[in-house]
């Protein structure tokens, strides 16, 4: 299983619906939430984006809006 880092703020509505499709598809023990908020490079990059979805093994980036569809082709 490929593990996912899910990059994210506090009181992201969009952060939460993403986690939850990710949810759908896979064990959430392959998902690291990372808060943006705590790193000035991480704000920097992801600020405006958010949620985004990268994969730790290749660093592909999967940005907002994405499906469950979109998930799974992601990770093949």
Known sequence: MKHLYLFTTSYCHLCETAY???AQIMDTDNLEVVEISDDAFLLARYGLKIPVLQRKDTQAELNWPFTTADII???N
Do not use: G, I
């Open 20 to 22: 939850q499709l990710v």
């Open 73 to 75: 082709q992601f990770l």
